[in-house]
């Protein structure tokens, strides 16, 4: 039976040894592990019944970003300090070799820093970036209640890190930022109107 906890150095024990942890963010339900893990990373792929694809990297704090080589345009500043934390997703280019597993084509990498607390002390206290996507098989709604988790997910994981989250129950909008203009590649809780102002700002 999958262990449900609550322990904040308990959960990082689990990824620093390769498991999956089921937690929920501000957005969906996620699953996440060591983005530099094959094995965790293969086996979320497994739980969703996916194919290989990217996967988001969660960051505590968008200054540790540095050491991964990312080319950033200016707007991207702008963006990162009005909608970070929160449901914004930005891809961006990355020069670092240690995005290998998780990386999307050429090289990018999408990037969100969450508006939970627990998470982004988890993400600390582990150390590095968490891979993250949504727990839910491919193709089908992603969960704003663990309830709405499948149970052979819920099941398979390393472990349930069931903090108590306010969840808006879409996924975070994802942006291009690879070039001199962003691109809206899903939209989310963050609005196109929202963004055009700030960036034109």
């Given at each position: 039976?999958?262990a ?6 308990s ?10 942890v ?30 290989s ?27 990162a ?6 449901a ?9 070799p ?33 891979a ?7 193709g ?27 969840l ?29 102002a700030?960036?034109?700002?």
């Amino acid at each position: 039976m999958t262990a449900e906890l609550f322990d904040l150095k308990s959960v990082t024990g689990y990824l620093k040894q390769g498991g999956v942890v089921l937690a929920p963010t501000d957005t969906v339900w996620g699953l996440m592990c060591d983005f530099e893990n094959r094995s965790g990373l293969n086996k979320i792929l497994n739980l969703k019944h996916s194919q290989s694809r990217p996967f988001a990297l969660l960051f505590d704090d968008w200054g540790k970003s540095e050491s991964f080589g990312l080319v950033i345009p200016d707007y991207v500043a702008k963006l990162a300090a009005k909608f970070w934390p929160g449901a914004m997703t930005i891809v961006l280019k990355s020069a670092s070799p240690r995005i290998g597993y998780v990386a999307g084509p050429g090289n990018t990498i999408g990037i969100r820093i969450p508006a939970v607390a627990e998470l982004l002390y988890l993400i600390n206290e582990f150390g590095k970036p968490l891979a993250a996507t949504s727990a839910n098989f491919t193709g089908q709604p992603a969960a704003a209640a663990l309830s709405q988790i499948p149970d052979e997910i819920k099941k398979n994981v390393d472990v349930i890190y069931n903090i108590s989250v306010e969840l808006s129950g879409t996924a975070s909008t994802v942006i291009d930022c690879t070039g001199p203009a962003y691109k809206i590649i899903r939209q989310g809780d963050i609005k196109n109107d929202n963004i055009e102002a700030v960036v034109a700002n």
